[in-house]
């Protein structure tokens, strides 16, 4: 059982436009992460959200935890080619991290 | 500080065989875990350890065991190789179980084939 659906699986745009991915579940997590992996590496966290209705910004990178938190939502303003990779989100319960199915994300120069 | 080191990087086994896939973390972390990921899956949860000497299984444990002998190394076994064990591993590791603003530290991962 998936715990945490990510949507678009796929997603490629053209530098300079905006993009948002989001993360969704059922379940209520206790905090949200969200991870960018590049080819051949493990996933690196980009940010923690902890609280219901947080927005967190880094440079053009927005992230929001839903009021309920049990989604997430990612928005990228501008992209440029340096954030092509896959995001993941990742959902904090109990002792035990779950991951979304991912968003593999291709910035066209 | 290296981190976490997984070996080997590669491997290739045929169905039937056992292997150990090594995970070994330099940061003195309590929390360690094992995901495999597959295309359109994301990583999923294999087992977990929130310190030495206790494991227990996440989302997909069959065919897999684990031990947590020391803080600084979580092995993870196959004991009988099977095709739909092809996939990518990564082995992570948390300052504490607890969720809070810490990190998962992943390793680079084994890609492990079965035929």
């Known amino acids: 059982t998936q715990l945490l659906e990510q949507s678009p699986q796929f997603l490629s745009i053209q530098e300079g436009e905006n993009l948002t991915v989001y993360c969704n579940s059922s379940s209520v997590f206790s905090s949200l992460q969200w991870y960018r992996q590049e080819p051949g590496e493990g996933p690196v966290l980009l940010v923690t959200v902890v609280t219901g209705g947080e927005v967190k910004k880094l440079k053009r990178l927005t992230f929001q935890f839903g009021d309920a938190r049990k989604d997430s939502s990612l928005h990228i303003t501008a992209a440029q080619p340096g954030d092509t990779g896959l995001y993941l989100c990742?959902?904090?319960?109990?002792?035990?991290?779950?991951f979304g199915t991912g968003t593999s994300l291709t910035v066209i120069p | 500080n290296a981190g976490v080191t997984q070996t080997p990087k590669f491997q290739v086994l045929k169905t039937g065989q056992s292997m150990t896939l090594q995970c070994a973390q330099d940061?003195?972390?309590?929390?360690m875990s094992w995901y495999r990921q597959d295309p359109g899956m994301g990583l999923r949860l294999i087992h977990y350890s929130v310190g030495a000497g206790i494991t227990d299984q996440g989302e997909v444990p069959n065919g897999y065991n684990v031990s947590r002998s020391t803080t600084e190394d979580f092995p993870l076994r196959l004991l009988s190789a099977a095709p739909s064990q092809t996939s990518v591993y990564f082995c992570?590791?948390?300052?504490?179980?607890?969720?809070?603003?810490?990190?998962?530290?992943f390793g680079n991962g084994t890609r492990l084939t079965v035929t």
């Open positions: 992570a590791s948390k300052r504490t179980p607890r969720a809070g603003n810490s990190p998962l530290h």
């Open positions: 940061m003195n972390h309590e929390y």
């Open positions: 990742a959902g904090a319960t109990g002792n035990q991290f779950y």
